[in-house]
């Protein structure tokens, strides 16, 4: 179970105790992502995530923060989403007051020195050539680009090369302060926390002081993009990178859960319909997945394989084939009660990480009007039946709605939008 706690300056405290592990987590996460940005501040948020770990007034460098980490061998990172940037420590419980003096000084005490933002503005720039050259991950900021046009919910994370080098100094110090605000944060304790938990958050970040508070709000995704439309990056690959999909729903819409279970039995697993069909039938790809994903506001059900590019229509064609197939006849009884399963097994083994934990806490209290546990999430998902999994086939597969990126050394889109039909 977990209880929540409110300090007088507005943080808001999640305890998720545990008896079973000796490890302690703790995350804090901000309601600030990509989508709060404008179009010239593309990839702020990433930009103030990186630096939040190159020194502090108590601890002046980079090497002085991962320096007390590593002495206790703890786990830290950090990463930025599209809605919200998480910052987390993972070590022995009994280095819990370390753990949320450090969250603390590097969140609300960091220097920003003019040289280490210069310096890691390069780093950020090697990050995006990184991805770029990487199709499988740059694959999905094309499919959301796509997807969500004309909107910020659809911009790069990390932002190009252009945003980077725009961005001054200053204004990314006036972002971080128009954002981090200790009545906007949500601080999560998890695993070995002890009984005092709060007294000891308390002690730490009790003291930041209250900001006048001016966090811009994100524009509401209100869009319904219409296909089928196909956008091909053209790019010598010895592989070609598909990704297809549809927009679907919030992330608190009633037939997420569905939503879930559906994209499960199509590419969830080795033993899914699309896996099946798309590689152990035709050996079409080596990899080839379906996924569920939802924002506050908006969602999407997307297939993603890497596959022969003398071999790709065929593959598309196998995929909508498939697509088609679960729209007009459903899931069989089998098929649900196999996903079913396989969701509540990847989930239990997932909450053993007592960081898993807290970033489940910290998203529900952050993002959503009201809080599950774990078990409710389970219990829910086990309720779906073979004819809510139907339906929401048949209210999201639709030609009108799909859209395909693709990465390879195409020179025509019109090729494979004639082939966009269900």
Known sequence: MFTTHTLPNGVRIVLAPSAETKAACVYALFPVGSRHETLAQNGASHFVEHMMFKGTRERPTTLHITRDLDRIGAEYNAFTGKEYTGYYIKANGEHLDLALDMLSDMLFRSTYKQEEFVRERKVILEEISMYEDSPSQHLDDLFEELLYRGHPIGRIISGTRETMLGITHDALVRYRDRHYHPAKMVLVLAGSIGD????????????????????????????????????????????????VGVPTFRAEDPRTDALLLLANILGGTMSSRLFVAVRERHGLAYAVHASADAYTDTGSFTV???????????????????????????????????????????????????????????????????????????????????????????????????????????????????????
Request: aromatic share 4%; charged share 30%; glycine share 6%.
């Open 196 to 243: 005092d938990a709060v007294a000891r958050a308390s002690v730490a970040f009790g003291r930041i002081s209250v900001r006048k508070r001016v966090c811009p709000t994100a524009a509401p995704f209100r869009n319904r993009p219409r296909g089928p439309i196909v956008h091909v990056h053209r790019k010598e690959t010895a592989q070609a990178h598909l990704a």
């Open 304 to 422: 993603m394989a890497g596959l022969d590019p003398s071999r790709i229509e065929q593959a598309l064609r196998v995929i909508l084939r498939e697509l088609g197939r679960v729209r007009e006849h459903g899931v069989t009884a089998e098929e649900l009660a196999r996903a079913k399963d396989n969701i509540e097994g990847r989930m239990i083994l997932g909450f053993e990480d007592s960081c898993s934990r807290a970033e489940w806490y910290g998203k529900q209290v952050l993002l959503r009007t009201r809080t599950r546990t774990p078990e409710q999430k389970m219990q829910e998902v086990a309720q779906v039946t073979r004819a809510q999994v139907q339906q929401v086939a048949q209210d999201i597969l639709r030609s009108d709605r799909l859209h395909m990126a693709l990465i390879g050394d195409f020179a025509d889109a019109g090729r494979f939008k004639k082939l966009l039909s269900l």
